[in-house]
């Protein structure tokens, strides 16, 4: 099994800020630890990243990116993803999810037909999930750190608790 992994989205004064570590590990080796996992979808105007397995998440990225140039609406595109995915033959084997933020919406998507909107503006996924979103929280709470130094940070202390995330870290704002 493949872990590795965070990705944490952070929307805070005004702007929105989504980043990932590199690390890939296959049991106890690194098998890579400088993938880049978060990207810029529609123009620059959608911020996506993956937690799982590449291929997986590429096929993913893939069919979201369809959805949008389709219904041109990012609430709309996940849903249909999220029932495409859940419902087709092949689709449904993926093992991912997604975080998709664009500058109204922060959506986690998965293959159990899941589109969860956050409550307060932050979404993490993957390996240090738990690490990064209370990190992140805390930082919005007791710190004037704008959205990106938040994620940057965040991202550096779930790296220094999460054996499977590391300090490589990619970052796209909006």
Known sequence: MY??????????KGKVALGGDGQITHEAIIMKDCARKVRR???????AGFAGGTADALTLFEKFEGKLE???NLYRAAIEL??????????????????????????????????????DGIIAIGS???Y???????LIKHST???????????LITASICI??????????L
């Open 132 to 138: 990064a979103l209370s990190a992140a929280r805390a």
């Open 70 to 72: 389709q219904y041109d």
């Open 128 to 130: 240090g999930n738990a």
């Open 82 to 119: 999220a029932k495409e995915w859940r419902t087709d033959r092949f689709l449904r084997r993926l093992e991912a999810l997604l975080a998709i933020c664009d500058r109204k919406h922060s959506l986690t998507i998965s293959g159990n037909g899941d589109v969860i909107e956050s409550d």
């Open 145 to 155: 750190l704008s959205a990106s130094e938040i994620v940057k940070e965040s991202l």
């Open 164 to 173: 499977y995330t590391n300090d490589r870290i990619v970052m796209e704002e």
């Open 41 to 47: 979808m529609a123009d620059g105007k959608v911020l």
């Open 3 to 12: 872990h590795g992994t965070t990705i944490l989205a952070v929307r805070h």
